[in-house]
């Protein structure tokens, strides 16, 4: 195979859940093929450079295998090789520490209530998941 679109690639090597989430992405222009923006269905080889921009931070991957189906992550991670610079990993990973944590809840306070259950996840939405819009 010498091409694949660009949208089930993403797919395929989990960059995204599903591959609606990645051609919405593509559509968005948060995806660049060398630079350029593209459309979905563009076809992608091997040795291009792709940029994405997800959750306000700029990745950068080079491909290295096509692939069909959906892989296991360990097997994804061979398929491309990782060209984000260290200082915008730095901030990802930053960002990324403590997101997936257990969350603190005092001894014997109980279950929260539906009330609490939206006060956290309210937080949690506020916190967490945040759209930087800066194109620099």
Not at 5 to 29: E, H, N, P, Y
């Amino acid at each position: 195979m010498d091409k694949i679109r660009v949208d089930k690639w993403l797919w395929t090597v989990r960059m995204f859940k599903s591959r609606t989430m990645a051609s919405d992405a593509v559509k968005g222009g948060r995806v660049k093929i060398n630079g350029a923006a593209i459309k979905a269905s563009y076809n992608i080889g091997r040795g291009e450079v792709i940029e994405l921009k997800k959750n306000g931070f700029y990745f950068q991957f080079k491909v290295i295998e096509l692939l069909k189906n959906r892989v296991a992550a360990p097997i994804a991670i061979t398929c491309y090789e990782n060209l984000t610079p260290p200082e915008e990993l730095n901030k990802y990973n930053e960002w990324f520490v403590g997101k997936g944590g257990i969350e603190f809840r005092e001894r014997g306070a109980g279950r929260p209530t539906k009330k609490d259950r939206r006060e956290i996840d309210g937080f949690k939405d506020d916190w967490f998941d945040v759209e930087f819009d800066d194109e620099s």
